[in-house]
């Protein structure tokens, strides 16, 4: 199976729905000899052996259930456990279990775990669906994962810490874990930032209460993964910071506005200057008045509106921005792989057309033609520029204030930044009210 970031993109959005956050997380696709399996890091990069690709992932079911098992252990904190080889294979276990039975439809029941993993012998047989341990050491672990009503305790509920403990006792001294375990298990290799784990956790959260139903044979999984996505809902997120949104709209906007002296024997609204001398005793005889004016009529800001995303999700809050500052406006045009001109009554209807796909180079290019000294990028950031584009903004001299919508993608990937500030949609919101 060939792996691409369109092709990876395209699985977690059917799983997920279109708007999947975690489609967008994932930026870069690189095939590396050196890893094992799989893994994703904190800067969207994932990374995959052929040989592990070519053997087992056949399927869109089987990435995904790769894809995803990366995605859980952020979420689930396992990462916070000693780096042993046991508590690993535990994290592990329990992801594989949660995927099998909450995403069992797109996973294929966990189809990749039960090609990967033997349905019998050792501990391995923990980490795969089918498993033939009824009558081993492991069975009753096994049974709290997929089974839980066939305890003979009456109560199949278990936490990752027990189960890791559980597991620590189990296990003879004389047995060795050498099974490979689904991607990266190195202390801090894939630890994601926060605010990542956040936004992942809640759309996670929200998907799981409307979409999973209750399977009837491991209501715990189900609970004990709600518990892990609500429990990083507390944690505040920061897109962007250092800076005062406010200040930064009105200069850009206004920025035709500026404050001129004019002199006058009379202190209409004398400087500081004056002043000082005024409260010396000293008559200044020309006093330096200052007054606002427009000294420069500047042609209209262009405003682009990217439409390959969650867009609909904020129309409204983009809405009341560009009506805040609807009278600096000249023309606002949408754009996904191509530019489209709309007039703002469109854009009220939600009349939104797109070409799919996004790239800043059609926008780019549409501002050098057009000459606009000023631009408003309203996007989720995640698209590329080539270099002959970025030349050319730059030679042209043009601001762009970048406005981000649903999106958590660091300022040192924004392609953008190098044209002008950055800020969330959220604070544009608050710097309107």
């Not at 993993?117 to 009753?140: F, I, M, Q, T, W």
């Amino acid at each position: 199976m060939r792996i691409d970031l369109e092709t990876v993109r395209c699985v977690l959005r059917n799983a997920l729905g279109h708007d999947a956050f975690i489609a967008g997380f994932i930026r870069q696709v690189v095939e590396d000899p050196g890893a094992v399996t799989a893994c994703i890091n904190a800067r969207g990069v994932m990374r995959y052996a052929p040989r592990f690709v070519e053997d087992y992932v056949k399927t869109p079911q089987d990435l995904f259930a790769v894809i995803f098992h990366e995605v859980l252990h952020p979420v689930f904190s396992h990462f916070i456990h000693p780096g042993d080889k046991v508590s690993a294979l535990a994290c592990d276990a329990i992801i594989n279990a949660a995927i099998t039975h909450n995403w069992n439809v797109v996973s294929d029941d966990g189809h990749l775990f039960r090609v990967f993993y033997p349905d019998h012998g050792g501990v391995e047989a923990l980490l795969r669906p089918n498993s033939k341990l009824n009558h081993s050491r492991y069975g009753d672990l096994y049974t709290c994962l997929y089974n839980p009503q066939y305890l003979y305790s009456g109560s199949g509920n278990i936490t990752t810490g027990e189960f890791i403990q559980s597991l620590k006792a189990l296990m003879p001294p004389t047995e060795k874990i050498e099974v490979v375990l689904l991607g990266t298990h190195i202390q801090g290799e894939a630890e994601w930032n926060p605010e990542d784990v956040t936004r992942v956790a809640k759309e996670l959260l929200e998907y799981v209460r409307e979409h999973v139903q209750e399977a009837g044979y491991s209501d715990n999984l189900t609970d004990l993964l709600i518990e892990a996505l609500k429990s990083k809902q507390t944690i505040r997120q920061f897109l962007l910071s250092g800076y005062s949104t406010k200040k930064k709209i009105d200069s850009f906007f206004n920025a035709g506005c500026q404050q001129r002296r004019i002199t006058s024997p009379f202190p209409l609204n004398p400087c500081r200057r004056d002043m000082l001398m005024l409260s010396a005793g000293i008559w200044p005889g020309l006093f330096r008045n200052r007054r606002a004016e427009v000294i420069r009529k500047p042609r209209g800001i262009a405003i682009y509106l990217d439409v390959s995303g969650s867009v609909y999700d904020h129309l409204s809050d983009i809405l009341g921005v560009l009506r805040h500052q609807e009278g600096w406006i000249e023309s606002i045009y949408l754009f996904s792989n191509a530019v489209v001109k709309i007039t703002m009554a469109e854009l009220c209807r939600g009349e939104l057309k797109t070409t799919y796909g996004t790239d800043f180079d059609c926008v780019a290019e549409h501002i050098v033609k057009a000459e606009y000294e000023k631009a408003v990028i309203i996007t989720d950031g995640y698209a590329e520029m080539e270099d002959k584009n970025v030349q050319a903004l730059k030679a042209a001299g043009t601001q762009i204030l970048t406005i981000l919508y649903g999106s958590t993608i660091l300022q040192e990937d924004l392609v953008l930044k190098q044209f002008g500030e950055a800020i969330p949609l959220e604070d544009a919101v608050e710097a309107t009210c």
